[in-house]
């Protein structure tokens, strides 16, 4: 054999061998791809199918190579489907999405992309490659419906609906803010929230959305929204955390609500709290009020004078643990805490008098009246205690008594006298 026929042989074992090991890697791709692989020939019947064919489809591979394309497409999409094969069967490639009924009855997305099989500058057939989608398109249609519910609930509630990035940029403002704050929802989108809020509230929403951001924590703070008119509008505001799937904070949605009205409630509470204890205060009885344990809640000035208490910390605490503070009036704490329970028992009004001794030796008399009070199932809510000094009211009677007595005396020595004189 000569070399140049050596040559031709050796040459020709390398071509066989290149053509082998690119089968080899053509088969490979078909075999392992997760993708749906299949040719078909330009009258729509299958010619070959991959693996991951049978298991998108569920059916077998003779299954399917007995069959034509349009056998798999559901009808709505026949028309669609033969359209594209016919524009590949003329050399243009297509991609579409299709849906195809499994052999188990069920629907599966797929994404699919049409490529014309070419044979020496001939076109002989057509592959479509094939991505199921069907739990992605799931999970589009289930974020749509979310989407909806929520622009939904976001154009329909009163609160206040803020969405910000991880920079405090507005993204989304809530339909709600023209009703509550005269402004449309656009006029806050691109803005820094921290330019909407009061200036002196900067800072501080500055600081909590820092700690929102590292701590990955919701919280609730109280701020001012500016009003199209002007006014300054106060709004309780709950920030929540959206955390993204690297762990890193992604948004943080906003939901305020107008607290106006409850902050004049509480300010007018504050107020009439205050001149109600003024009032209390300026009364020179004794008045004290506990709860359903006999636990001291307020009392005013002459009350805790009373019982030589001065700034004592006396609420939260019952009169055996008050005993501690008075020199002098430990047995008087228990007796109150004795009728505290009668009245509870009686479930009424009750009215008695109690001895309190002083400092100064000298023990006085009080008209006390004690109110309990019930909550609806019967259980203790409270007891109003209200103690009047009448040890001077009680020398007085004393003295008419006595006076009484004298007057009774002289009237019957008188008589006594005027006997013996008619005797005489």
């Known amino acids: 054999m000569d070399s140049k026929r050596l040559k031709i042989i050796t040459k020709s074992k390398r071509v066989k061998q290149s053509s082998k090991e690119i089968e080899d890697r053509f088969n490979s791709l078909l075999e392992n791809n997760p993708d749906s692989i299949c040719s078909l020939d330009l009258q729509g019947k299958f010619t ?82 094939a991505k199921d989608i069907t739990q992605r398109k799931q999970m589009e249609e289930q974020l749509r419906e979310s989407e909806n519910n929520y622009r939904f609930i976001a154009k ?17 403002a809530s339909p709600s803010h023209k009703r ?97 204890r003024t009032l209390i205060n300026a009364l020179p009885d004794g008045a004290f009020l506990k709860d359903g344990e006999g636990r001291w809640l307020e009392a005013n000035h002459a009350g805790l004078h009373l019982f030589q208490l001065g700034n004592a910390p006396y609420k939260g605490k019952r009169d055996t643990e008050l005993a501690i503070y008075s020199q002098v009036a430990g047995e008087a704490f228990l007796n ?20 309190i001794p002083q400092p100064d030796g000298v023990s006085r008399t009080f008209d006390v009246i004690k109110v309990p009070t019930f909550y609806p199932d019967g259980k203790r809510k409270g007891i109003v205690v209200i103690g009047r000094d009448i040890t001077e009211r009680k020398k007085t009677e004393e003295i008419i008594r006595k006076t009484d007595k004298l007057a009774v005396i002289g009237e019957l020595a008188a008589g006594i006298a005027h006997e013996i004189r008619n005797h005489c």
């Open 336 to 355: 109150c805490q004795r009728s505290d329970e009668e009245a509870w028992k009686a479930q009424r009004m009750i009215q008695l008098e109690e001895v």
């Open 180 to 276: 509550v704050l005269g402004f449309s929802p656009t006029v806050y989108e691109g803005r820094m929230v921290f330019d909407l809020v009061h200036p002196e509230d900067i800072s501080f929403v500055q600081n909590i959305y820092k700690k929102m951001i590292i701590t990955k924590l919701p919280h609730l703070v109280e701020l001012r929204y500016k009003h199209s008119n002007g006014d300054w509008i106060a709004v309780e505001a709950n920030g929540m955390p959206v955390i993204g799937g690297n762990g890193e904070v992604i948004n943080v949605v906003v939901v305020a609500r107008e607290i106006t009205k409850r902050r004049q409630a509480e300010e007018a509470l504050q107020e009439s709290e205050k001149q109600l």
């Open 48 to 129: 070959s199918v991959n693996p991951a064919t049978e298991r998108i489809t569920g059916y077998s591979t003779q299954e399917i190579l007995n069959h034509s394309l349009k056998s798999f497409i559901t009808k709505e999409n026949i028309m669609k489907v033969l359209r594209y094969f016919k524009r590949t069967a003329q050399g243009e490639s297509q991609n579409y999405e299709v849906t195809i009924t499994h052999k188990e009855g069920h629907r599966i997305e797929l994404s699919v992309k049409n490529v014309p099989i070419i044979v020496r500058n001939k076109i002989v057939g057509v592959y479509i490659i």
């Open 156 to 172: 329909n509630m009163s609160d206040l609906i803020i969405v910000l990035d991880e920079t405090g940029v507005v993204q989304y």
